[in-house]
């Protein structure tokens, strides 16, 4: 089983950045697809960026193309989100998960999450 923990949330001004790391303790790190998500205050859950457990495939949603970057340190066992341009839209808990396919409904390891706010 793997466990996961989030770190690098925290309150940034508006056309900021941050970068958000997810720290596995689990085995065998590199078979897993891992992802982002994040989930605002009456909104539903929504996917932000999935990486292959090489590195090799990545996937973003619309609403963070150009402004997010997704990568992974296999030997670090740690993936990361580096988010730049920040907008108050992208306030939320961002959560990292684990999964051994890349579909959404795969990821079933969560971390506990960490809090992302962006003020104008």
């Known amino acids: 089983q793997v466990q996961l923990v989030e770190s690098g949330g925290g309150l940034v001004q508006a056309g900021g950045s941050l970068r958000l790391s997810c720290a596995a303790s689990?085995?065998?790190?590199?078979?897993?697809?891992m992802g982002w998500f994040r989930q605002a205050p009456g909104k539903e859950r929504e996917a932000v960026a999935r990486?292959?457990?090489?590195?090799?495939?990545?996937l973003y949603a619309d609403s963070v193309k150009g402004r997010f970057t997704i990568s992974r340190d296999n030997a670090k066992n740690t993936v990361y989100l580096q988010m730049n341009s920040l907008n108050p839209e992208d306030t939320a808990v961002y959560y990292c998960a684990a999964s051994q396919g890349p579909g959404t409904s795969a990821f079933k390891y969560w971390g506990q999450g960490t809090q992302v706010t962006v003020s104008s």
């Open positions: 990486i292959s457990g090489s590195g090799g495939w990545k």
């Open positions: 689990g085995r065998t790190f590199s078979n897993y697809y």
